[in-house]
């Protein structure tokens, strides 16, 4: 699933620990969300949105739209 999440990681000078931290995940589950090799569950698709201050559909593309 395409995603920002890279894009605004970067926005706010945060590395992929420290996102990983403030979300409650690895590093390497945000290396694997940043480049697509991973989807995130739906309850961590809502974290990140509400870290980010952003609808779902913001940070994430709906593959079936």
Same mark, same amino acid.
């Given at each position: 699933?395409?995603?920002? $999440?890279?894009?605004?990681?970067?926005?706010?000078?945060?590395?992929?620990?420290?996102?990983?931290?403030?979300?409650?995940?690895?590093?390497?589950?945000?290396?694997? $969300?940043?480049?697509?090799?991973?989807?995130?569950?739906?309850?961590?698709?809502?974290?990140?949105?509400?870290?980010?201050?952003?609808?779902?559909?913001?940070?994430?593309?709906?593959?079936?739209?």
């Amino acid at each position: 699933m395409k995603n920002r $999440l890279k894009l605004l990681r970067v926005e706010r000078d945060w590395t992929q620990a420290e996102l990983g931290e403030r979300l409650g995940v690895s590093r390497q589950a945000i290396i694997a $969300l940043e480049s697509d090799k991973h989807d995130p569950s739906l309850d961590l698709a809502y974290r990140i949105a509400a870290l980010f201050g952003r609808p779902v559909e913001d940070i994430f593309e709906n593959p079936h739209a």
